[in-house]
């Protein structure tokens, strides 16, 4: 327990041996689950922790008060890392009303899979918990539809639950990192990985953020902003304007005897000669960040295979996994690859690209071995046609 203000406590807790954060999520750093207490003439706690902490937790609240002094509840977003123990915690808290979206009570519902007492936080809604105002600020899809952002004027502190955090379990107050180029790099790749599908819901954050202008962030993952909140509002802005360039095509592929990556070169030929930049990854000899980048960064895809034992070779899936089914939907997308007889990775990329939501040319551009010079002319012609 660490206080932070008069009446603010951080009650949340380490998780330094995390290596990934929802399977896919590295997190080199660790990260934390923070909660905090508010004691005022009522007592407020803002989010809860991961169910695998959930005993460290309720001793940590503990430390300044038993349970049954909780008043209020505040759950700015769902995901069971923040919510993980609040069936824990409702056990001991009878007294406790939970505060929360409409969606964000209904995932609550089915999270605890009982009743608790709860009032639906709409936007601009204001609580008075005792001396301190609980102003809710609807902020959806921060990363999930439930998301709130809980201002309390008295103190300048806004609770923003993901939004502007970092899985980064060291110093609990961002002025005192002492390596900040690491946590920079740890905040880059958390708004990578969680909030870069939702770059129009961020821009309204960072409006909402700039509105209140804040003296402290306290959000649950990694350091409270005081010292550099706006450095940090300032690089999510960034991000979420940067849009794909209309003009970058991105053209991935795999081979084993050379076969498809003439044809990679001959569909990049013709792009070019549309008027697009056009990068070509040979999927093997890249790093999984370089094609995500650009993944996210083009406005024309296309995605190559040979055949092996009826199917497309798994890196191809590998890049599909990385097109965002939210940021990266209606991208043109054009599949190709060298078979032997039976051709079945242009189809089954196909799908898995549709299923994605690309907008995939319908004509599968399929060779039987070695492209001949009408291919590759074909093809030159079908690239082009292709960005134009
Ligand atoms: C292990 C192996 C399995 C293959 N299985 C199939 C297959 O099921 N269907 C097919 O049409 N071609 C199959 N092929 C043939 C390749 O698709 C063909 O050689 C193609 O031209 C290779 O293109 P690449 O040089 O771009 O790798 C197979 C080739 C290998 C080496
Ligand atoms: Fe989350
Ligand atoms: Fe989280």
């Known amino acids: 327990m660490t206080k932070l203000d008069e009446n603010l406590f951080y009650v949340g807790v380490k998780h330094p041996s ?6 896919i999520v590295p997190t080199d750093m660790g990260t934390t689950y923070n909660s905090y207490l508010l004691r005022g003439e009522k007592t407020v706690l803002f989010e809860t922790v991961h169910n695998d902490f959930s005993e460290e937790f309720i001793r ?19 995901e069971p890392d923040h919510s993980g123990s609040l069936g824990a915690v409702l056990s001991k808290a009878p007294n ?7 969606p964000a009570l209904k995932n609550l519902k089915n999270i605890l899979n009982s009743d608790f007492p709860s009032v639906v936080a709409k936007n601009g809604l204001e609580v008075d918990a005792g001396g301190f105002t609980l102003r809710f600020l609807s902020a959806p899809n921060l990363h999930w539809p439930d998301s709130v952002f809980t201002y309390v004027p008295e103190l300048k502190t806004v609770f923003t639950c993901d939004f502007l955090g970092c899985h980064y379990c060291g110093e609990l107050s961002d002025g005192d990192i002492e390596d900040r180029e690491k946590y920079l790099a740890e905040l880059d790749r958390y708004y990578k990985y969680i909030f870069s599908p939702f770059a129009a819901a961020v821009k309204k954050g960072v409006e909402i953020i700039r509105g209140i202008a804040p003296e402290r962030v306290c959000s649950s993952h990694g350091p409270v902003l005081c010292a550099h909140i706006d450095d940090v509002i300032a690089r999510y802005d960034e991000k979420a304007s940067a849009a794909p360039d209309p003009d970058l095509a991105s053209v991935f592929y795999v081979s084993c005897y050379g076969y498809t990556a003439l044809m990679a070169k001959a569909l990049a030929e013709g792009m070019r000669d549309g008027g697009k930049t056009v990068q070509v990854f040979d999927i093997s000899n890249t790093d999984k960040a370089t094609l995500a980048q650009a993944v996210s960064s083009s406005s024309f895809l296309a995605f190559g295979s040979p055949t092996l034992n009826r199917d497309a ?5 590998e890049v599909l996994s990385m097109v965002s089914a939210v940021a990266d939907r209606g991208k043109p997308a054009l599949i190709f690859g060298s078979y032997g007889w039976s051709g079945e990775a242009c189809a089954n990329l196909s799908e898995r690209a549709k299923g994605l939501g690309l907008k995939v040319d319908e004509e599968l551009m399929k060779v039987c071995f070695r492209p001949a010079d009408e291919d590759l002319k074909a093809l030159r012609e079908k690239g082009r046609a292709f960005v134009s």
């Open 18 to 23: 995390l290596e990934y954060f929802d399977v």
């Open 60 to 78: 940590n609240i503990e430390e300044i008060c038993p349970l049954s002094e909780i008043d209020i509840i505040v759950c700015d977003h769902t």
């Open 313 to 317: 070779l798994p890196p191809v899936y």
């Open 96 to 102: 406790a009303t939970v505060y929360g979206s409409a």
